[in-house]
């Protein structure tokens, strides 16, 4: 009986996408998104966005705020780039033309109903993997915030609700209020 064989694409198959096509490679395999983000989605991408860029502006730091689409690739030595909703990198040396290379030291997702499991389990994996320091999964169907940051090489975990004025943990005295927005 013969196998099948399974296509694994590469790094230039990421890149060579139309650009109007919206896709991750997660180890080899090319997973599309194909819906377009709902207005919540985008409302909660854009506030998050503007709090924690004008939160670094006006400390004068030197960490960089990106919205998808963005090409983070997690690590030099695998088929894996994604696009977190949000991606903030405070090594500028992780920065080239076509993105991210290297783990982002904070990374937010906002959860698509569609594949909630692709947040909440697939990329919490990658990311703890990675060596992300902290992550975010948004999930607005359950206005939920669940913040994960790394310690000691493991994820710890806070669950928090839309009404929770919510500590970012990679800096003293950034907080993000869902409630206090227009969400």
């Known amino acids: 009986?013969?196998?099948?064989?399974?296509?694994?694409?590469?790094?230039?198959?990421?890149?060579?996408?139309?650009?109007?096509v919206r896709a991750?490679?997660?180890?080899?395999?090319?997973?599309?998104?194909q819906a377009a983000p709902s207005m919540i989605h985008q409302t909660i991408l854009s506030e998050s966005h503007t709090?924690?860029?004008?939160?670094?502006?006006?400390?004068?730091?030197?960490?960089?705020?990106?919205?998808a689409p963005f090409a983070v690739k997690l690590r030099e030595d695998q088929k894996t780039i994604v696009e977190p909703d949000?991606?903030?990198?405070?090594?500028?040396n992780k920065l080239t033309d076509r993105g991210c290379t290297g783990a982002p030291d904070r990374i937010i997702e906002i959860v698509?109903?569609?594949?909630?499991?692709?947040?909440?389990?697939?990329?919490?994996?990658?990311?703890a993997d990675a060596g992300v320091k902290e992550y975010w999964i948004v999930d607005p169907a359950k206005q939920s915030?669940?913040?994960?940051?790394?310690e000691e090489g493991h994820f710890n975990a806070e669950a928090h609700t839309f009404h929770d004025h919510i500590k970012a943990n990679i800096y003293d005295d950034l907080f993000i209020d869902f409630a206090g927005s227009d969400i």
């Open 1 to 20: 009986m013969a196998l099948t064989q399974v296509k694994l694409y590469s790094e230039d198959d990421y890149y060579n996408l139309p650009e109007d």
């Open 24 to 33: 991750e490679l997660i180890e080899g395999n090319l997973i599309y998104n």
């Open 51 to 67: 709090v924690i860029n004008n939160y670094i502006k006006s400390k004068g730091g030197s960490c960089r705020v990106y919205p």
């Open 86 to 92: 949000i991606s903030v990198i405070c090594d500028k």
């Open 112 to 127: 698509s109903p569609s594949d909630p499991s692709h947040d909440y389990i697939l990329k919490l994996n990658l990311y």
């Open 145 to 150: 915030v669940f913040v994960y940051f790394l």
